[in-house]
């Protein structure tokens, strides 16, 4: 059964830095091309904000761009979102996404989902 489990959001202050761990399991794992990063705000939709393949391309929407990363280890089976220069716009619980879909953020294909990992902005 795929299982997707996020971790290490808290709260911290603006400018401050987390790191988003994304855990799957290894049938899910062996059968994912693809890991992704969502968030959703209060109010708002869910954006997509990160993608990451098994070649190692990846993929980082504007509004993160210079300030996020993505990553994977894959002997691990798990991926990573660094986060940096944190500001409060970025408050929102954010979400792993992993399947073998090709498309931008693991589009095209099954996607197992975590149950997210809330993180908090505060100015």
């Known amino acids: 059964q795929a299982r997707v489990v996020e971790s290490g959001g808290g709260s911290v202050e603006a400018g401050g830095s987390l790191r988003l761990s994304c855990t799957t399991s290894?049938?899910?794992?062996?059968?994912?091309?693809?890991m992704a990063w969502f968030r959703r705000a209060p109010g708002s939709e869910r954006e997509g904000i990160a993608t990451?393949?098994?070649?190692?391309?990846?993929y980082l929407a504007d509004s993160v761009k210079g300030r996020f990363s993505i990553s994977r280890d894959n002997a691990k089976n798990m991926g990573y979102l660094q986060m940096s220069d944190l500001k409060p716009e970025d408050t929102a619980m954010y979400y792993c996404?992993?399947?073998?879909?090709?498309?931008?953020?693991?589009?095209?294909?099954?996607?197992?989902w975590g149950q997210g990992t809330q993180v908090t902005v505060s100015s």
């Open positions: 990451i393949y098994t070649s190692g391309g990846t």
């Open positions: 996404a992993a399947g073998p879909g090709t498309g931008l953020f693991c589009d095209g294909g099954y996607r197992a």
């Open positions: 290894t049938s899910t794992f062996n059968s994912t091309n693809c």
